[in-house]
C-alpha cells in the first residue's frame, strides 16, 4: 500500500471555500496509465462516504449528488500522483475528516462509490464549516 498525504483542511464558515491537495509519492504511479483518484469523508458518527473521483487518462470525474456544482476534482500533475479538491459554498453539513484515495486501473469506470475499490489511502485532513 502507498501512504498519500492530504493538506489543506481547515476551519471556514458557511459559504466560504477550501482547497485539498493530495500527494503520493513521486514515481508511485508511473508504471500505469491511468489512475482513480478519489476523496472520501467521513462525519461524526458516520459511515465514510464518497465525494469525488477523477480518472486520470481521460478526466473523466465523478460527484455525490450533495456536492455537485460546488467541489471540482482535478488532477495536478502528469504523473497522476497529485490531485486537488475545491470546495465552495461550503456548508456545515460538509464538515468531516476527508482522505484522499487512489487506485492505478487500466480502464474505468472511477467513481467514489465503494471504499473496496481504492487501495491507496491518506491519513485524512479536518474541514470544519460553522453556520
Known amino acids: 500500500q502507498v501512504q498519500l498525504a492530504e493538506s489543506g483542511g481547515g476551519s471556514v464558515q458557511a459559504g466560504g471555500s477550501l482547497r485539498l491537495s493530495c500527494a503520493a509519492p513521486?514515481?508511485?504511479?508511473?508504471?500505469?496509465?491511468?489512475?482513480?483518484m478519489g476523496w472520501f469523508r467521513q462525519a461524526p458518527g458516520k459511515q465514510r462516504e464518497g465525494v469525488a473521483a477523477i480518472y486520470t487518462a481521460t478526466g473523466g470525474t465523478y460527484y455525490r449528488e450533495s456536492v455537485k456544482g460546488r467541489f471540482t476534482i482535478s488532477q495536478g500533475n502528469a504523473e497522476n500522483t497529485v490531485v486537488y479538491l475545491q470546495m465552495n459554498s461550503l456548508k456545515p453539513e460538509d464538515t468531516a475528516m476527508y482522505y484522499c484515495?487512489?487506485?492505478?486501473?487500466?480502464?474505468?469506470?472511477?467513481?467514489?462509490?465503494?471504499?473496496?475499490?481504492?487501495?491507496?489511502w491518506g491519513q485524512g485532513t479536518q474541514v470544519t464549516v460553522s453556520s
Open positions: 513521486r514515481d508511485t504511479y508511473s508504471a500505469y496509465n491511468s489512475v482513480c
Open positions: 484515495a487512489a487506485d492505478p486501473r487500466t480502464n474505468p469506470p472511477c467513481t467514489a462509490q465503494f471504499e473496496v475499490d481504492f487501495g491507496d
